[in-house]
């Protein structure tokens, strides 16, 4: 079931596979759902429509099945013996993105049951967020069990580069979708099968846009940012800056060869949001990976 | 473009409601978006316009009320209303503020018959 309008359609689209199931022997489930919903003057008629494909293919063992149900004019019609002849108000007051928030503290309740912290990534795509979570996987994997949910509109790469680190990775790839949302999460987190007290790292699509109005029902949202960026994209940007909880400013060593002022973004991210912290970081070089590794740790607790 | 999953959303929860309340037509369709939600109005006007075909909404005329966004300063407490989060206060300039209205996005009426 999606966000958006609650059917599993729009999932079409959008896959959820572990390193190696995108190749031939893979294990992949299609979806095709439609509802169409029609209204006349005079009846009510609600038509639905079901098409519902599952297909299993694997190279020692092979089943197909397909299912097919439909449900065609599939009718209710209504009399009234009382008609409105002018509007009538119907207070509605309902959050517009109300299915995706509850699913997310959904999972926010599963995460907290399990001592599971999660963590949103996001950004603007190339300031290092797969780097960022290599380096640390290598650095911490001895102390902290992690799960890491990849989010990109294609490809399998970022999982593959997770995968050598040896921390379990499962790849969202979003089709043309722009952000995860809860629902993807609920699902991956399924497959990802994570243990208790263990840190689940999701790297959203790189976005600066999109992604702050979904809720995946994460503990922390940290927003990397890149010395290679304009120091005052906290104001170009600022929903995302407001929603997130720590800012990594990353690519320090690239300083001296750009005009991107350090502080200068920081007051620009401050009159944003002024509960925002910040860590300097390069993960090429190290520097300032050590007060990363603290954050995380004191989260942790 | 989240506007159009917004707009998919609209349409869905107007068709849950539409039916509860065995409505016939809706005349209209009342939405607040806040100056502060993330949605952009125009962009969610032109989603709505795609969205709303062969929907319940098709004839309904589409309301989009634009909510202000108002902070408190937590210097000097002046309410003040805002632009974007990064505002000063009128007052005393300082950046430190808390959002009181603003980040809306919801369903607010439908006018049915």
Redesign the interface.
């Known amino acids: 079931m999606c966000d958006t309008c609650g059917c599993e359609d729009y999932n079409s689209n959008v896959t959820i596979r572990k390193p190696g199931e995108e190749l031939e022997d893979s294990h992949q489930h299609t979806y095709a759902h439609n509802h169409p919903h029609e209204y006349n003057n005079k009846l009510h008629q609600h038509i639905h429509n079901h098409l519902y494909t599952h297909t299993h293919k694997q190279e020692k063992h092979t089943h197909e099945h397909d299912h097919i149900l439909t449900h065609n004019n599939h009718e209710h019609d209504h009399e009234h013996d009382h008609c409105h002849t002018h509007g009538k108000e119907i207070k509605v007051e309902l959050d517009i993105l109300q299915k995706n928030n509850l699913l997310a503290e959904r999972n926010r309740g599963f995460f907290l049951a399990k001592n599971i912290l999660t963590f949103n990534l996001v950004s603007s795509p190339g300031s290092g967020k797969t780097s960022l979570l290599e380096t640390t996987i290598k650095k911490l994997k001895e102390e902290i069990n992690f799960y890491i949910i990849e989010g990109d509109q294609q490809t399998m790469n970022d999982a593959y580069r997770i995968k050598k680190t040896g921390a379990p990775v499962i790849q969202i790839n979003t089709g043309n979708g722009c952000h995860l949302d809860s629902d993807m999460i609920s699902k991956a987190v399924k497959e990802l099968n994570i243990m208790e007290n263990s840190v689940l790292m999701i790297e959203n699509v790189g976005n600066l846009v999109c992604p702050s109005l979904f809720d995946l029902g994460e503990s922390k949202r940290i927003i990397i940012i890149s010395v290679t960026e304009g120091d005052d994209k906290p104001i170009k940007y600022p929903t995302m800056f407001e929603s997130s909880d720590l800012c990594i400013i990353n690519k320090t060593d690239l300083l001296p060869y750009v005009d991107f002022d350090v502080e200068k973004a920081k007051e620009y991210a401050k009159q944003v949001n002024h509960h925002l912290q910040f860590i300097e970081v390069s993960v090429k070089t190290g520097e300032g990976m050590d007060e990363w590794y603290d954050w995380l740790r004191k989260q942790k607790g | ?2 506007e159009l ?2 707009a ?6 107007a ?1 849950e ?3 509860k ?5 809706v ?2 369709i009342e ?1 607040e978006v806040g100056t ?1 939600s ?2 952009v109005i125009e962009l969610l006007k032109f989603a709505m316009e795609m969205t709303v075909k ?3 909404l098709e004839n309904s005329k589409i309301t989009l009320l634009n909510i202000p966004a108002r902070t408190k300063c937590l210097n000097c407490s002046e309410n003040f209303n805002i632009e ?3 505002s ?1 206060c009128p007052n005393c300039k300082n ?2 503020s808390e959002i009181i209205q603003g980040k809306e ?9």
């Open positions: 473009m989240h999953s917004i998919m959303n609209i349409v869905d929860i068709e409601y539409a039916i309340e065995n409505a016939k037509v005349r209209e939405i502060l993330g949605v062969e929907t319940i974007e989060y990064y000063p950046y430190h996005l919801k369903v607010k009426s439908l006018y049915i018959d």
